[in-house]
């Protein structure tokens, strides 16, 4: 007899599924011990009876979170008081050092640690952690809180995508000031040396790592090829700042006679592995190039508002590519991924006074939205996530049907009920790699 259910851990059955953006109901997935998603259909894993029975519930991917500075979560409510029409992001960025200078190792850890748990409770599985404040000690050059953040994951339950930062320069050109020596990269050799260090130490079923070359104000555009071209000798993702700010592009058009963006089309194998984070500023027609390479945009909807830094051609670029967008928490500030994504809309509505840009060839907000958060954040990330499929791991959330926010919503409406009328505190539970954790 074919034993087919063999290395079945648990079978799971919500009250509704979402599968493709679509809510169904009775649908069974099997999930395997080692993590992934074996079947999924009204008969998977069948004869074997349904060992998790999640009753009033509604089962959807987990979230990916493509863009975090999860030690920047201590910030939250500081830096907001202004001399009349002082504030920007300049300024945010002198309080945030000021922090950076007398963070404490220990510290650093349990914010990490508050920030992924909080991730989890609003139905994020997975994180790209934006990793650049390295070294406890600037003078030693220990890079004493990348373990940590390794760490704090790991003991938060989150999947996570260390996106290791290389930080060399204080503007383009310039010696890194005193807020900056704790990120200091020194020099490629010595990066990469201890980059492939920490691979080797990462916990394989759950995190993996990436190239994070910060910015073109932070990194010489030499180091910037060689990191590039090392990323893809390993095969992992890049991941990078981009045209955040009308002064970085002023300063890079001066020192390198371009935009940042235009000097990455022009000196970079641009593709999938890589990801532009907030282009707030780029101008549409490069924006649309960089698209067509496959390339792909995370955009930070929350930060980008607390900010200033302006809002980006998000609709043009999904119109391009569907799966070209993906967003991420940045700062921390709120962390909430429907609210994120809503936002991501929100700020398109208010740009061109009309409803409905982003929505994909389905015509659907909830469901671009959905892809936003999932797949195209999987996608820049380099995993294989954010998909209810066979194959792919069982990273989940569930919403509490019974929800007051929910009240009303249908299967029809739940998806866009939730992410523009609800919120984190509807999610009960997340599974990261077929892990379970209650989050209220
Ligand atoms: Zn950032």
Redesign the pocket.
């Known amino acids: 007899v074919q034993r087919v259910n063999r290395g079945i851990l648990e079978i799971l059955q919500a009250d509704l599924t979402c599968l493709d953006g679509r809510f169904v109901a009775d649908v069974r997935i099997a999930v395997n011990a080692n993590g992934r998603i074996a079947a999924v259909g009204m008969d998977a894993g069948a004869p074997q009876p349904v060992t998790r029975r999640l009753t009033g519930r509604a089962l959807l991917p987990g979230f990916v979170n493509v ?1 975090s ?1 999860a030690f920047q979560r201590a910030l939250r409510g500081c830096g907001e008081f202004y001399p009349a029409g002082m504030g920007d992001f300049w300024s945010w960025r002198e309080a945030m050092y000021a922090f950076v200078q007398r963070i404490k190792a220990h510290e650093f850890k349990r914010i990490c640690r508050q920030a992924f748990e909080e991730m989890l409770a609003c139905g994020t599985t997975t994180v790209g952690e ?1 990793h650049y404040l390295h070294h406890d000690d600037a003078a030693a050059f220990d890079y004493a809180f990348d373990p940590l953040v390794l760490e704090a994951a790991d003991e938060a339950g989150i999947r996570l995508v260390l996106l290791c930062c290389y930080y060399r320069t204080g503007g383009v050109g310039d010696p890194l000031q005193t807020g900056q020596l704790r990120f200091d990269g020194r020099s490629v050799d010595t990066f990469l040396k201890h980059v492939d260090g920490l691979a080797a130490q990462l916990d394989r079923s759950r995190q993996t790592i990436g190239l994070a070359p910060h910015s073109i104000r932070a990194v010489p555009t030499a180091d910037l090829k060689l990191l590039h071209q090392a990323a893809l000798d390993r095969g992992w993702v890049v991941h990078m ?1 981009v045209e955040e700010q009308a002064r970085e592009i002023r300063e890079c058009r001066k020192a390198l006679g371009t935009s940042p963006l235009q000097w990455l089309l022009d000196n970079l194998d641009l593709g999938p592995h890589f990801t532009a ?2 282009m707030t500023q780029s101008d549409e027609t490069p924006a649309d190039r960089y698209v067509r390479r496959g390339a792909n945009v995370c955009s ?1 909807p929350i ?1 980008e508002g607390n900010l200033g830094d302006g809002i980006g051609p998000i609709g043009e670029l999904l119109s391009r590519r569907p799966d070209s967008v993906c967003v ?1 928490s ?2 921390n500030i709120r962390l909430d991924m429907a609210e994120e994504l809503r936002w991501l809309e929100f700020a398109q509505r208010l740009r061109r006074q009309k409803r409905g840009v982003c929505v994909g060839s389905e015509m659907s907000v909830g469901r671009q939205l959905l892809r936003c958060g999932t797949v195209n954040g999987a996608r820049a990330l380099g995993i294989d996530t954010g998909r209810i499929e066979a194959g792919r791991p069982a990273d989940f959330c569930t919403l509490d049907l019974a929800h007051p926010a929910l009240t009303g919503c249908t299967a029809e409406t739940l998806l866009d009920g939730f992410l523009l009328g609800a919120g984190g505190d509807a999610v009960r539970e997340v599974c990261v790699g077929g892990r379970w954790k209650s989050v209220r």
């Open positions: 863009h500075h934006f700042h984070v907030h930070c930060t991420g940045d700062s």
